[in-house]
């Protein structure tokens, strides 16, 4: 996804930063991007995109100094998991200004009441993870999975596959 997302950056001109302790260096230079650190990554960015999966090396990853280090123009977007970002800590940093937005495709609850903070802000665009949504979208998944589980059955390991331990553990 993140790699998805660099390349359709660079069609809008952006310069492209990458933070991932686990992806090499070789990768991100084919994408397009530059391999930095997360501060070097958040000084330097007007958006901050988040691809990460939720565990407990990621859990809060975005706090109260991550948003400090941000430009006050940057704006933030999550389309991974709610519970990466701090939400107490986004909220005062848009509050404050010290950053300009941002994009929320997940919340840290699933179930969010009505008058979260979040909802009423000017700055900030809310979707019910749903923020991929289209036809074609809906077409390429549904083709993914089924070529994904032919392989499987066939005895190969697709290269997507995002968590190998669980297929080795089926098998």
Known sequence: ???AAARKAQ?????????????????????????????TLLAGSDFVTIHSPLNDDTLGMIGDGELAAMKD???????????????????????S?????????????????????LFGMDNVIV??????YSPESTRELQRRATESVAEV??????ENLYNREVIETAR
């Open 97 to 117: 200004g010290r950053i300009a937005g941002a994009g929320l495709d997940v919340m840290e609850s699933n179930h969010p009441p009505a008058d979260h903070p």
């Open 1 to 3: 996804i993140g790699r």
């Open 73 to 95: 123009r940057a704006f933030l977007i999550n389309c991974a998991r709610g519970p990466l970002i701090d939400e107490p800590a986004l909220i005062a940093a848009l509050d």
């Open 153 to 158: 059955l066939g005895g190969h390991m697709p």
């Open 11 to 39: 069609t809008f001109g952006l310069n492209v930063l990458v933070a991932d302790p686990f992806v090499d260096s070789s990768l991100v230079k084919e994408a397009g991007g530059r391999l930095v650190d997360l501060p």
């Open 127 to 132: 979707s019910p993870h749903v923020a991929f």
